[in-house]
C-alpha cells in the first residue's frame, strides 16, 4: 500500500516534469520564433536563420532522450554559434561583396530614391497655391500662377472644374467655396500638410504640380528626374537625356557610351574574389612590406619575450606568501586593470621629449655622462629606435602583470618534494631553476604565451595611440612609419587613416588574409613546442 | 580520445567565458542612438540641442506635428546613420561637417534640397554643400584657424612669413639647451596637415586643384611648386632652432599661454582656454608671403535623409524655420563658432570671433571628395620628415605626392 503511493506520487511527478518541460520548451520555441521574425523584418536575415537553427536545436535534443549527452552542451554551443561562429561566417560572406560607404544599400533602394527626384523643366511654372478641403477630407489646390496666366483649381491627378463668375472671393482675390471645397486659412494649411505625401502629384496634363519641398505655400511643375525602366534595367535621366545602365558585377549602373560616367550611389552585389585579388595587387604589398612584417614579429616575439621574464623575475621574486609580498603583488597587478587606452596617453606624456618625466631622466643621464643632448632629446617619436625601445617598454609594462599571475599560479603547482630531492641530489639554484622550474612552468605557460604572441601581432590599439605608427619611413611607395605593425599600415592605406570610406567588403577579405597568416603561424608555433601532445599525454 | 576530450575542456572553458565577455563588451559601449519617437526628428551636436529644440517647437506648433531634437555627434554620421536610415530609423534632418558629404552623397544617404534664399548665406558656405551639381545641405557654422599672438612680445601682426620669421628669431637668440628657459616665437605641433595647410597655401600651394565643378582629385598640389616653397620655407625654419621638436596640440597651447611660445595657429576651440589663462592675446589673419594665408573651411549644416518620409516638412523647416535671422542668431549664441548667415556675421559682437571670421574670408573649403581620404597620413608623414627628422623638404613634399597620386588611382580603380 504504502510503496504503491510512492509509485503513483513518482509517476504523477514525472508527468508533471514532463508538462513542465514541454511547456518550457513551448515558451523557448515562441521565443525563438519571436525574435526570428523581428530579426526577419528588421533584414536581418541570416541571423534569424541562425536563431530558427538554434530553437529547433533545442526542442529537438530536449525531445529525443538519446540526445541526452547534447543537453548539458546545448547552451555552450548555442552561444557559440551566436557569437563565435555567426560573426565568422559574416565577415567571411561580407569578403565576397562590395558592400561598404558607396555600395550600402540594395537595388532597389537606390532605384526607389532616385525615383523620388524632381526637376523643373526648362520654362514650368511656380503657382502660389491655397489649400481646400472637402467634408470627405479631399484636398486640392487653388493655383495663382508667378506673373501671367489663369487660375487653376486641381486635386491630386485631376483638374477640377468651376465657374469663375459662380464663386465668391475674398480680399485678396482667392475664392472663399467651390463647390463642396472650402478654403483653409495659412495655418489649417500647415497643420493639413502633413497628411499630402511627399509625391502626390496635383493636377494633370503639363501643368500638373508638386507642392515645393523649399517653401511653404508654393508649388510648381516639377519632372521626375529619373525613370527605371525595367527592360533595358536602367536609371534613364530624363533631365539630361543619358541612360545608366545597371551593371551587376559592379554594383552601379554605368553610362554604357563612357564608363566613367555613373550614378554616384552605387548597390551591393557579390563580387567574388574580387576584394582578396584587389588586396594582393594593392600597392600596399609593393611598398615596404618586409620591414613591416620583420618589425611586426620582433615586436611581437620582445613583447611577449619581456613580459614573460619580467613576470616570471617578479613572482619568482614574491613567491613567499608573506603581506607584504601579497600587497606588492596587488600593485604590480594595476598597470593590467586599467584600461590601455588610458594609460598609453599617460605614457605619452611621461615619453614626451620636451617635458616629459623619462625623456628628462634619459636625458639628465646622458648630461650626467658629459653629453650635451639639446633640446628635445631623447628623440622617442622621432627616431626609430628610440621610438621602437619606448614602445617595447610601454608593452612590456601593460602584459607583465598577466605572466606574473599566470606564472604565480603555475609555480605553486610544482610539487615542493621535487626541489627537496634536487637539493638533497646537490643541485645549485640556476641548475634548480634551469632543469625543473622552467621547463615545468613552460609546460603550462606555453599555449599562453602563443595566445599572446598572437596578441600582439595585431596589437592595433597600442600602436595606433603611441605614434600611429611612427616616425614615417623616408622615400617609400606607400605611407609608412617604423613602429607600424601590419594592421595598422593596411588600416591606414586603406581607410585613410579613417574618416575616409568604409570599405567593409573589402576591410574583411584583408581581415581574412592576415587571420591565415596568423593562424600558420600559430600552427606552426604549437606543432613546434609539441604543447598539445604533451599536455595531452599526461592528462 | 585524451587529447580530443582536453580540447572539449577548453572549448567549453572558452564557452563559459565568452557570455561574461559578451556583457561586457555591451556595457562598456554605449547604445547607437536611436530615433525618437516623434513625427519629426532632428539630430544635431550637443551644443545647438536647446536652440534647435525651440525652432522645432514652433514648427511643430505651426505645422500640428511632433517635434524632436536629440543630442549626436559627427561619429553618428559616420557609423549609425548609414545603418539606421535605410531600415527607416534615422533622423529626417541631421546635422554634419560638409566634409562628409561625399561619402553621404554617394552612400545615397543624403536628399538634394533646394535652398529657397542662397544669398542669405556666406557664399563660401553654402558652395561647401554643393556637390556634383546639387545643394544639400543648409549650412549655419564656418569654422577656421587663425592666426595668434601674445601683444605683450608681438605688439603689431606680421604680416608675412619673412616677418614672423624675423620676430622669432629675434625671440630666440638667448636659447640654450634647457627647454624650460627658452622662449620661442611662432612655433607649432608636430604633423598636422590642417594647421599647415595656412601656410602652404601663403607660398601658393594646394592640395587639390580647384576647377570649375570642384576639388580636381587628379591634380594633386602636394608637389606643386608652391607647396615646394613652404616646405623648404619650414625645413628652414626648422633648421636655425625656431621651432622646437616634439610638440603636441597640449604643449603647443600651454606654451602660448606661458608667453614661451608668441605666435600660433589655432581654431576657435581654444579660445576658453587662451581666455581663462590671462594671457594678453590677439587674432588676425594668417600672414601672407607669395599669396595670402588661407585656411580650410569646415562649414557646419543641416541635410536632410533620403529615406526620410517627410521630404517636403524637411525642405520647409530647413528653409523658412532655421534659415531666419532670428533662428541662425539662436544657433550662433548657442555655440559662438563663426555663422554662415549673412545678417548673422554681420550682428557678431565677438571682436575674436570677427577676428577668426575674417581670417577665414579666403578660405578655402576643406575638399569633401573621396580622393581627401587618401591625402591626410601621406601629407602628415611628410611633415614630420621635414620639422622633426631633418629631411629634404624638396623630396619629401615630392614623394608624398607620389604615394597620395599611387593611392587615388588604386582607390579609383575599384
Not at chain 1, 491655397?130 to 486635386?155: K, Y
Request: glycine share 8%; proline share 5%; net charge negative.
Amino acid at each position: 500500500m504504502a510503496t504503491n503511493t510512492t509509485e503513483s506520487r513518482q509517476k504523477s511527478l514525472s508527468v508533471f516534469n514532463i508538462g513542465l518541460r514541454y511547456l518550457i520548451l513551448a515558451i523557448l520555441a515562441a521565443i525563438g520564433s519571436i525574435a526570428a521574425i523581428q530579426l526577419f523584418t528588421d533584414g536581418f536575415w541570416q541571423l534569424g536563420i541562425m536563431i530558427v537553427v538554434i530553437t529547433v536545436f533545442f526542442v529537438i535534443i530536449f525531445i529525443r532522450p538519446d540526445a541526452e549527452p547534447l543537453r548539458w552542451l546545448s547552451p555552450g554551443l548555442a552561444l557559440f554559434l551566436v557569437f563565435v561562429l555567426f560573426p565568422l561566417v559574416s565577415t567571411i560572406a561580407f569578403a565576397f561583396t562590395n558592400y561598404g560607404t558607396t555600395n550600402g544599400l540594395t537595388k532597389p533602394q537606390v532605384i526607389r530614391q532616385f525615383e523620388q527626384r524632381r526637376y523643373a523643366a526648362e520654362g514650368s511654372l511656380s503657382y502660389t497655391y491655397t489649400m481646400f478641403q472637402n467634408a470627405a477630407g479631399d484636398i486640392a489646390l487653388w493655383l495663382v500662377p508667378d506673373g501671367e496666366g489663369d487660375a487653376l483649381f486641381v486635386s491630386e491627378g485631376e483638374n477640377l472644374s468651376f465657374q469663375s463668375d459662380a464663386i465668391e472671393y475674398d480680399d485678396s482675390g482667392i475664392p472663399v467655396e467651390i463647390g463642396d471645397y472650402v478654403a483653409l486659412n495659412r495655418a489649417d494649411t500647415a497643420r493639413t500638410l502633413q497628411q499630402v505625401s511627399d509625391d502626390a502629384t496635383f493636377g494633370e496634363g503639363e501643368h500638373a504640380v508638386q507642392l515645393s519641398r523649399a517653401r511653404f505655400g508654393v508649388a510648381s511643375e516639377l519632372s521626375q528626374r529619373y525613370t527605371y525602366d525595367e527592360e533595358q534595367d536602367a536609371l534613364i535621366d530624363n533631365q539630361m537625356g543619358a541612360t545608366y545602365v545597371a551593371d551587376d558585377s559592379v554594383g552601379f549602373f554605368i553610362n554604357p557610351e563612357n564608363a566613367e560616367e555613373r550614378i554616384p550611389v552605387g548597390y551591393q552585389v557579390v563580387i567574388g574574389f574580387r576584394n582578396f585579388e584587389r588586396f594582393l595587387t594593392s600597392p600596399a604589398l609593393r611598398g615596404p612590406l618586409v620591414s613591416i612584417l620583420v618589425w611586426n614579429f620582433t615586436f611581437a616575439i620582445l613583447s611577449v619575450l619581456f613580459a614573460f621574464v619580467l613576470g616570471l623575475i617578479v613572482a619568482l621574486t614574491f613567491s613567499e606568501n608573506t603581506w607584504l609580498n601579497k600587497f606588492l603583488k596587488l600593485g604590480f597587478i594595476l598597470p593590467w586593470t586599467i584600461p590601455n587606452v588610458i594609460t598609453i596617453l599617460i605614457w605619452n606624456g611621461l615619453w614626451n621629449p620636451l617635458d616629459g618625466a623619462y625623456s628628462k631622466l634619459i636625458s639628465d643621464i646622458a648630461q650626467f655622462f658629459g653629453a650635451n643632448p639639446g633640446v628635445g632629446w631623447p628623440p622617442i617619436y622621432n627616431d626609430a629606435t628610440w621610438a621602437r625601445v619606448a614602445l617595447l617598454v610601454t608593452n612590456t609594462w601593460f602584459a607583465f602583470p598577466y605572466f606574473m599571475l599566470i606564472c604565480s599560479g603555475a609555480l605553486k603547482s610544482i610539487p615542493s618534494d621535487l626541489y627537496e630531492a634536487a637539493m638533497i641530489d646537490g643541485a645549485n639554484v640556476w641548475q634548480r631553476f634551469r632543469s625543473m622550474t622552467l621547463p615545468l612552468l613552460l609546460l603550462t605557460v606555453g599555449p599562453l604565451l602563443i595566445g599572446s604572441f598572437a596578441t600582439n601581432f595585431n596589437s592595433f590599439q597600442v600602436i595606433y595611440l603611441f605614434n600611429k605608427g611612427g616616425p614615417p619611413i623616408v622615400g617609400v611607395s606607400t605611407p609608412a612609419g617604423h613602429t607600424d605593425l601590419l594592421i595598422s599600415y593596411v588600416y591606414k592605406l586603406s581607410f585613410g587613416g579613417g574618416g575616409g570610406q568604409q570599405e567593409f567588403g573589402y576591410a574583411a577579405a584583408i581581415t581574412i588574409i592576415i587571420f591565415l597568416l596568423l593562424a600558420a603561424i600559430t600552427a606552426y608555433n604549437l606543432r613546434f613546442m609539441n604543447i598539445w601532445e604533451e599536455t595531452g599525454e599526461n592528462v | 580520445m585524451k587529447k580530443a576530450l582536453l580540447i572539449l575542456a577548453v572549448l567549453m572553458l572558452s564557452m563559459s567565458v565568452l557570455p561574461v565577455v559578451v556583457a561586457q563588451d555591451t556595457e562598456e559601449e554605449e547604445a547607437p542612438l536611436e530615433r525618437a519617437d516623434a513625427d519629426f526628428v532632428v539630430w544635431v551636436d550637443s551644443n545647438y540641442v536647446d536652440a534647435m529644440q525651440e525652432i522645432g517647437d514652433q514648427f511643430a506648433a505651426d505645422f500640428g506635428v511632433t517635434v524632436a531634437v536629440q543630442e549626436s555627434t559627427l561619429g553618428d554620421v559616420d557609423n549609425v546613420i548609414p545603418v539606421a536610415a535605410p531600415a527607416g530609423q534615422g533622423p529626417d534632418v541631421f546635422f554634419t561637417a560638409h566634409d562628409k558629404l561625399g561619402n553621404l552623397v554617394s552612400g545615397g544617404l543624403v536628399a538634394p534640397i533646394e535652398i529657397a534664399n542662397p544669398d542669405g548665406f556666406a557664399e563660401s558656405a553654402v558652395n561647401a554643400f554643393l556637390y556634383n551639381g546639387d545643394f544639400y545641405g543648409i549650412p549655419f557654422s564656418i569654422e577656421n584657424i587663425a592666426f595668434f599672438r601674445n601683444v605683450d612680445l608681438v605688439p603689431e601682426a606680421p604680416a608675412t612669413w619673412d616677418e614672423v620669421v624675423a620676430i622669432s628669431e629675434e625671440l630666440a637668440a638667448d636659447n640654450g639647451d634647457n627647454f624650460e628657459e627658452n622662449s620661442y616665437g611662432f612655433v607649432r605641433q608636430g604633423g598636422d596637415p590642417y594647421h599647415f595647410f595656412p601656410i602652404q597655401t601663403a607660398f601658393g600651394g594646394y592640395v587639390f586643384g580647384l576647377t570649375e565643378e570642384g576639388y580636381d582629385p587628379t591634380d594633386v598640389g602636394i608637389g606643386s611648386e608652391g607647396s615646394l616653397a613652404a616646405a623648404e620655407f619650414w625645413a628652414n625654419y626648422v633648421e636655425e632652432g625656431l621651432q622646437p621638436p616634439g610638440v603636441d596640440w597640449d604643449l603647443l597651447h600651454a606654451m602660448f599661454e606661458d608667453g614661451q611660445a608668441a605666435m600660433i595657429i589655432t581654431g576657435p576651440w581654444a579660445l576658453d582656454r587662451i581666455r581663462e589663462s590671462g594671457v594678453n592675446y590677439a587674432i588676425s589673419d594668417l600672414p601672407a608671403e607669395t599669396e595670402s594665408g588661407k585656411p580650410f573651411l569646415g562649414v557646419w549644416g543641416f541635410v536632410v535623409n533620403s529615406f526620410s518620409e517627410q521630404q517636403m516638412l524637411a525642405g520647409i523647416f530647413l528653409n523658412e524655420y532655421v534659415a531666419t535671422d532670428e533662428s541662425m542668431m539662436a544657433l550662433y549664441e548657442a555655440n559662438k563658432r563663426g555663422p554662415a548667415w549673412n545678417a548673422t556675421i554681420e550682428a557678431v559682437d565677438d571682436a575674436d570671433l570677427a577676428a577668426i571670421t575674417s581670417a577665414g574670408i579666403e578660405g578655402l573649403a576643406m575638399p569633401a571628395i573621396p580622393a581627401m581620404a587618401q591625402v591626410w597620413t601621406a601629407w602628415t608623414d611628410a611633415i614630420n620628415l621635414i620639422q622633426e627628422q631633418g629631411e629634404d623638404p624638396d623630396a619629401t613634399f615630392e614623394n608624398a605626392a607620389e604615394q597620395i597620386e599611387t593611392l587615388i588611382a588604386e582607390s579609383q580603380e575599384n
